[in-house]
């Protein structure tokens, strides 16, 4: 066999096995259309009065629309699902000023006062189930935020905020010297 019909021969053999009976399916955490959706979220004017976090968890589900503002906690990677915290928790930043290296978390706090003042915010798509995105539109850790949805509990009985809005209400500076970890 010459070389000429040994590299056709490889790349038959390559196609072949590349193929197979259902296409691939695009992640939508990589196309357009997710990204589109993400940015779909962010509210052209300021949603108005907010309840805190802590309000909102007392007041407990709603189908009514509520504005619920926060600081975002955490950002779940893939998915458009923040953790707000109330703004009655200072982050690391507001309580060690001078000297923090990880001013955007609350380490500095216990568990319970997080499970306390904590609120798990999702953006759904049409199909119920959190949007997959890579990341929420100018949103990063300790943005002040009013998300504007419905208070549900989950199959497990804990609250969830399903949001159909954000408005960024402030984001905070970091030392000089220091970067966001995102």
């Known amino acids: 066999m010459n070389r000429k019909n040994?590299?056709?021969?490889?790349?038959?053999?390559?196609l072949a096995a590349c193929g197979g009976d259902a296409p691939a399916q695009p992640r939508p955490a990589d196309g357009a259309g997710a990204a589109d959706a993400a940015a779909g979220f962010a509210l052209a004017a300021d949603p108005g009065e907010a309840?805190?976090?802590v309000g909102a968890k007392q007041a407990g589900p709603s189908e009514d629309v509520l504005v619920v503002q926060g600081?975002?906690?955490?950002?779940?990677?893939?998915?458009?699902i923040v953790k707000l915290m109330d703004t009655a928790l200072k982050y690391c930043g507001e309580v060690h000023a001078e000297g923090c290296q990880t001013p955007w978390d609350y380490c500095?706090?216990?568990p319970e006062a997080h499970r306390e003042h904590e609120l798990l915010v999702e953006f759904r798509g049409p199909d119920g189930l959190p949007v997959e995105t890579n990341g929420l539109p100018r949103t990063r850790l300790l943005d002040l935020l009013k998300v504007r949805g419905k208070?549900?509990?989950?199959e497990h009985g804990n609250l969830v905020f399903v949001a159909d809005g954000l408005w960024q209400v402030e984001r905070p500076t970091l030392p000089d010297g220091l970067n966001w970890p995102q």
């Open 6 to 14: 040994i590299v056709s021969l490889v790349l038959l053999t390559l």
């Open 71 to 80: 600081r975002v906690q955490d950002i779940t990677e893939g998915f458009a």
């Open 151 to 154: 208070m549900s509990k989950d």
């Open 108 to 110: 500095c706090d216990t």
């Open 51 to 53: 309840l805190t976090v």
